[in-house]
């Protein structure tokens, strides 16, 4: 495999995995930190990053070296709010899976003289689209009645089900494109029914949030878009009359959105949790309570609301230090400034939105990882159109 393809590869693996090891497909607890699959892909990603053939950084905008200095920010402060948590063993647990974050968008940085953002992000997708059709597969293999939500090896339906919504994005994306008309369409139907059959709301939100984003980026034509729902309602349509799966698709919505959401205003203790948040907030409202701080003082590990963790453990700096970091990247959505990027716009603001219902931090990696390498991406030059032929196999050498 190409050093581009590696470190491809490693990025798209590490967005994917999270604290997944082996030791789930045995229902076993997970393996020491340092055995864990995403400690390995970032060191494999920092090696290329950093190895001596690589060429130094160089060559960056202004409002690219800014977004990566505000992400690099929080991320650094919420490290460093370690020195005053209240329990030093969760704390640094969270730290380190900060710290490889921090590395991953370092690695990306590094890499754009040899790598540039354009390039990692197809090759990114390329290995996504494979990881999550394998998914897919398995999860379709599976049986749900509409009553069970859909998860596959050992992960949670939530995370399965962000990770069908940005399959989703993908094939909404191609279409978008013009790209091969009828592959972009089963996926979609496809990834589209797996998000209503992990249950996952805040997958369902994320979806919905990054198609609209998608649209507004790649400047739909109000006609297309009519004949995109009208083609979209009538697929719906054929595939909840006439598939068993469409209609559990659709006990499953009825189930979690319009029964529990609606009906009876569940809220899976959401609310509870947020409460919690600003109570612990409160307690230290300028630097906040400290890494793990939520989970000493609240009911659960982590508030299930990436701003309200950013408050009560690292509070109002780290609040403030969230709002830069995402300051660049929502510019960069506002300003449509092409549509090369239109996916990782879109990808970043449909995870920007679930990170408000579901996860802690690292669950949020995506949001930052894909709102850098969309400002990496806002340059403003033509672009060829997505999986156009491949520019790198090879590091470039050092001129001598």
Excluded at 104 to 128: N, Q, T
Excluded at 306 to 313: F, P, Q, R
Excluded at 324 to 333: C, F, R
Excluded at 379 to 399: D, E, H, K, M, Y
């Amino acid at each position: 495999m190409s050093p581009t393809k590696l470190a491809c590869w490693s990025l798209a693996l590490f967005l994917v995995v999270g604290r997944w090891s082996f030791a789930r497909l045995a229902g076993g607890e997970g393996e020491q930190f340092v055995l864990e699959p995403r400690v390995w892909l970032i060191v494999m990603l920092c090696g290329l990053a950093f190895a001596p053939i690589a060429m130094p950084s160089a060559g960056l905008s202004p409002r690219q070296r800014n977004a990566g200095i505000a992400l690099l920010g929080f991320v650094g402060y919420l490290m460093l709010t370690v020195a005053w948590a209240p329990d030093l063993t969760l704390a640094w647990n969270k730290s380190m899976e900060l710290a490889l974050v921090a590395m991953a968008l370092l690695a990306m940085i590094r890499l754009m003289p040899v790598l540039p953002a354009r390039a990692l992000a197809d090759g990114m997708w390329r290995a996504l689209v494979v990881v999550f059709a394998i998914f897919a597969v398995f999860a379709m293999l599976g049986t749900s009645d509409g009553s069970t939500r859909i998860a596959v090896l050992g992960g949670g339906p939530n995370v399965f089900g962000r990770n069908m919504a940005l399959l989703a994005l993908f094939c909404v994306d191609a279409l978008l494109r013009g790209r091969a008309r009828a592959l972009p369409i089963v996926g979609l139907g496809v990834a589209a029914l797996l998000v209503l059959l992990s249950g996952s709301r805040g997958a369902m939100l994320a979806s919905t949030i990054g198609t609209l984003v998608l649209l507004w980026v790649h400047r739909v034509r109000p006609s297309k878009l009519l004949w995109l729902a009208l083609g979209g309602a009538v697929l719906v349509t054929l595939v909840v009359i006439f598939t068993q799966v469409g209609q559990h698709a659709l006990a499953m919505f009825n189930e979690r959105v319009i029964k529990l959401t609606f009906e009876q205003e569940y809220d899976s203790g959401r609310s509870t949790l947020h409460d919690q948040a600003m109570a612990v907030g409160w307690s230290a409202p300028i630097y906040g309570d400290g890494l793990g701080g939520f989970s000493t003082h609240g009911t659960f590990d982590y508030p299930h609301n990436i701003v309200l963790e950013a408050w009560s453990e690292a509070g109002l700096v780290g609040v403030v230090l969230l709002a830069a970091a995402m300051a660049l990247p929502l510019h960069t959505l506002l300003r449509r400034r092409g549509s090369h990027h239109a996916l990782e716009i879109a990808a970043f603001a449909a995870l920007l939105a679930s990170a408000q219902f579901s996860g802690d931090f690292f669950d949020s990696r995506g949001v930052m990882l894909f709102g850098l390498l969309a400002v990496l991406q806002d340059t403003g030059s033509s672009v060829r159109s997505r999986f156009g032929t491949p520019r790198w196999t090879t590091w470039p050498q050092r001129s001598t």
